[in-house]
T-cell receptor, first 113, second 113 residues
Framework: AQSVTQLDSQVPVFEEAPVELRCNYSSSVSVYLFWYVQYPNQGLQLLLKYLSGSTLVKGINGFEAEFNKSQTSFHLRKPSVHISDTAEYFC???????????FGTGTRLTIIP | NAGVTQTPKFRVLKTGQSMTLLCAQDMNHEYMYWYRQDPGMGLRLIHYSVGEGTTAKGEVPDGYNVSRLKKQNFLLGLESAAPSQTSVYFCASSPGETNEKLFFGSGTQLSVL
C-alpha cells in the first residue's frame, strides 16, 4: 500500500516571499505524483503532475515541484507568492496501473499581506 | 462544460435517516470515485468504480454503499446515517488511464445530527 505525508498542516508566508510545501511518500512500486489545490469552498483542481522524465515539473500559477526518488519526496515550490495563492494544497500518489489515488492530509497556505 | 456535478450541495440528516448522493459526469470517463474530506485528515477514498456495473471498496467504506448502473452516474448511499458521517463529500472522475488527473465536483456538505 502507498501513503503520503505532508508534515506541515499550515504554512504562513508573506506576500512575494518564496514558499516550499513538503511532501514525502512511500510505496512498494513506482508511482505517479500529483499536487492538487483547493480554493475556499471549491473542489480540487490539478496543479501539476510527475509521470516520468525530467524530475522538475512546472504547473499552473507559477508553481513547480521536484521529484527526488532517493528521498521519496515531491516538494512544491513557488518563488514569489500572491494573495490569490491562499488555499489548501494536497499531495497525492497513484501507483502504476492502480486506479486508486491516495492523498496526503493537506497543507493550508496562508499569505500575509 | 458541466464536468462533474454533485447533488445536493448541502444536506442535514438526523441519525438513522438514509439518503443518496448523486454524482454525474459528462466526459465519458471510465473511473469514478467518492471521497470524504475531514479536517486534518485530507481526502479519504470511500468507494470507487472502474466502469459501468463495477464498484470497489476504498479506505473507509463502512456505512456506505454505491452503485454505477450507468457510466455517467455514481451514487453514494447512506442507509442509516451516523454523526461520524458528518463530512464534505467529493465525487471525482478520470479517464481510464492511471496517469490521468481526477476531475472533482464541488462537494456536498453533509451534517448528521
Amino acid at each position: 500500500a502507498q501513503s503520503v505525508t505532508q508534515l506541515d498542516s499550515q504554512v504562513p508566508v508573506f506576500e512575494e516571499a518564496p514558499v516550499e510545501l513538503r511532501c514525502n511518500y512511500s510505496s512498494s512500486v513506482s508511482v505517479y505524483l500529483f499536487w492538487y489545490v483547493q480554493y475556499p469552498n471549491q473542489g480540487l483542481q490539478l496543479l501539476l503532475k510527475y509521470l516520468s522524465g525530467s524530475t522538475l515539473v512546472k504547473g499552473i500559477n507559477g508553481f513547480e515541484a521536484e521529484f527526488n526518488k532517493s528521498q521519496t519526496s515531491f516538494h512544491l515550490r513557488k518563488p514569489s507568492v500572491h494573495i490569490s495563492d491562499t488555499a489548501e494544497y494536497f499531495c497525492a500518489v497513484r501507483p502504476f496501473g492502480n486506479e486508486k489515488l491516495t492523498f496526503g492530509t493537506g497543507t493550508r497556505l496562508t499569505i500575509i499581506p | 462544460n458541466a464536468g462533474v456535478t454533485q447533488t445536493p450541495k448541502f444536506r442535514v440528516l438526523k441519525t438513522g435517516q438514509s439518503m443518496t448522493l448523486l454524482c454525474a459526469q459528462d466526459m465519458n470517463h471510465e473511473y469514478m470515485y467518492w471521497y470524504r474530506q475531514d479536517p486534518g485528515m485530507g481526502l479519504r477514498l470511500i468507494h470507487y468504480s472502474v466502469g459501468e456495473g463495477t464498484t470497489a471498496k476504498g479506505e473507509v467504506p463502512d456505512g456506505y454503499n454505491v452503485s454505477r448502473l450507468k457510466k455517467q452516474n455514481f451514487l453514494l448511499g447512506l442507509e442509516s446515517a451516523a454523526p461520524s458521517q458528518t463530512s464534505v463529500y467529493f465525487c471525482a472522475s478520470s479517464p481510464g488511464e492511471t496517469n490521468e488527473k481526477l476531475f472533482f465536483g464541488s462537494g456536498t456538505q453533509l451534517s448528521v445530527l
